[in-house]
């Protein structure tokens, strides 16, 4: 499945081509991720239903999880738990009280608001510009900062393709990072 085409443009203009949206066969979700290393060549045969080793593939990390619709199935109770609708909070199943991260968003303008409102917290945006175009020494530190950062999170994610998960391993998870 493919998002609108007006939605992916926009996301990958704001986005200075970092980000893109793409469709979880496995979790049938859309997953907005991000840019952040050269593709790989994984050693093993890659499905299309394995979301982590298309990412390391391609070289993205996950960003946001963004359920289709706005109810899914409680996942201790099976229950349907309606989910929260264009903010990003959590949902509580009315039925046994678990509670859940997933949320339903439009791909509207509204969430590329949302995406853009990412930036003063996570500063990548900004530093990844500083880098390519010019830097003072203060920009550059910055950006060879935030280069630490992803590759720490590509390291996380080789850990895992290869058999060897961290203890405390949260990149993969169900909430704006
Ligand atoms: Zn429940």
Redesign the pocket.
């Known amino acids: 499945m493919e998002a609108p085409e007006g939605f992916r443009r926009a996301l990958e203009a704001q986005s200075l081509g970092k980000l893109r949206i793409r469709w979880s066969k496995a979790l049938s979700e859309w997953q907005i991720e991000e840019r952040v290393a050269k593709p790989q060549t994984p050693t093993k045969f890659v499905s299309e239903f394995d979301d982590r080793t298309i990412r390391f593939r391609d070289g993205f990390a996950l960003l946001l999880r963004i359920r289709p619709g706005d109810r899914m199935p409680?996942k201790?109770?099976?229950?349907t738990?309606k989910l929260a609708v264009g903010e990003f909070r959590e949902s509580t199943?009315g039925?046994?009280?678990?509670r859940t991260k997933a949320v339903y968003f439009p791909l509207s303008d509204m969430l590329l608001e949302y995406i853009r409102g990412l930036d003063p917290q996570r500063g990548g945006y900004a530093r990844l510009q500083a880098d390519l175009n010019y830097a003072d020494g203060h920009e550059k530190r910055e950006a060879a900062k935030f280069r630490d950062e992803i590759q720490h999170g590509v390291r996380e994610e080789f850990h895992y393709l290869t058999g060897a998960p961290r203890v405390g391993y949260t990149k993969d998870v169900t909430w704006p990072l």
């Open positions: 409680c201790r109770c099976k229950r738990v199943c039925v046994c009280g678990e």
